[in-house]
């Protein structure tokens, strides 16, 4: 009986994963391109389906809108799971994060997670948004690397958290800190190679 009752108080939580990731693989960059009749955002600058590429279109708001709708996906999987209790806030986070870097309906091919990291942030954290904000703001406004300041806000979150208390969210954005780094690679490259573009620099 120990072990069914164990199992059956894993069903919420296995749910609440199974809707983060369902819901983090929606790729509205794709989508919102499609119908705006601007064909498959894929063919086009980076081939990612977030919002920077969209940019690309020359449509910026689109490109917002992609921002915000990825952002709050995050949002949402990480708020309603919470419901549940904080890990089951965590688990749908974590999930809907994975599922916008690796969608099921686009071959686990997609963005590189910046505005959905965002997005989880507000719904379990949202004080640390601002934190993240004024972090990138001020990176961006030194050196003028769009990809630099995610990077160095995304690196500073999880030791902002831990320093404030927050131990299980600090280990969940250190996680995702991690594979934010990993798939950010080719941006790493370039800024060490001193290609990566600035911020308003035109190609």
């Not at 708001?61 to 921002?67: D, E, H, N, P, S």
Request: charged letters at 10%.
């Amino acid at each position: 009986m120990d072990i069914i009752s164990w199992q059956l108080g894993l069903l919420p939580t296995f749910a609440c994963v199974v809707f983060g990731y369902l819901l983090g693989s929606i790729p509205f960059g794709l989508v919102l391109t499609r119908m705006a009749g601007l064909g498959d955002v894929r063919q086009i600058g980076s081939g990612n389906i977030g919002a920077t590429n969209v940019l690309r279109t020359g449509n910026k708001k689109l490109a917002a809108a992609t921002l915000l709708l990825d952002a709050l996906k995050g949002t949402a999987a990480a708020a309603i799971a919470s419901l549940w209790g904080v890990e089951a806030g965590i688990a749908a986070g974590l999930a809907a994060f994975l599922g916008h870097l690796y969608p099921v309906w686009l071959s686990f091919k997609g963005g590189k997670g910046v505005a959905t990291y965002i997005g989880v942030l507000l719904g379990l954290a949202p004080v640390m948004v601002l934190a993240f904000a004024a972090i990138w703001l001020a990176t961006a406004r030194i050196t003028r690397y769009s990809s630099l300041s995610a990077l160095v806000a995304t690196a500073i979150i999880p030791v902002a958290l831990y320093a404030t208390g927050y131990g299980k969210m600090a280990l969940l954005f250190a996680v995702m800190t991690l594979v934010t780094w990993i798939k950010h690679h080719a941006n790493i490259q370039r800024l060490l190679s001193g290609t990566e573009s600035r911020i308003g620099e035109k190609g």
